[in-house]
């Protein structure tokens, strides 16, 4: 399975809120970097898990992919994702060893 095929597995993962699937995309050192109003790190899988497992909480909304770009390796692949209520967010996601080891993630709106 390609890094964009993994990556695609991982969102609909998320959509489901399938988190034993989903975490299994995730290095447990990775590095998730949320800029919005705010700029926020996150260090390691539990962090992560913890924090996007509480985004969700009671929150039905579902993302698409609209736009992508990978690397010539596909290590480097970069996103712009909208929700149903039509937020943006450009997302970076960098591979290692066919796992996601950092996520950049800027909310446009």
Same mark, same amino acid.
């Given at each position: 399975?390609?890094?964009? !095929?993994k990556l695609w597995a991982?969102? !609909?993962?998320e959509n489901q809120r399938n988190w034993a699937t989903y975490q299994t995309f995730l290095a447990d050192d990775i590095v998730w970097t949320l800029e919005g109003q705010e700029k926020h790190i996150f #260090?390691?899988?539990?962090?992560y898990l913890e924090k996007i497992k509480?985004? +969700?909480k009671d929150e039905d909304t579902r993302f698409s992919c609209i736009y992508h770009q990978a690397s010539s390796g596909q !290590? #480097?692949?970069?996103?712009?994702l909208q929700n149903d209520l039509g937020q943006l967010s450009c997302d970076i996601f960098e591979f290692k060893d066919g796992l996601i080891v950092k996520e950049w993630e +800027? &909310? &446009?709106?």
């Open positions: 399975m390609t890094n964009i !095929e991982f969102f !609909e993962a #260090r390691g899988k539990a962090t509480a985004a +969700y !290590e #480097r692949i970069v996103t712009i +800027y &909310l &446009l709106q």
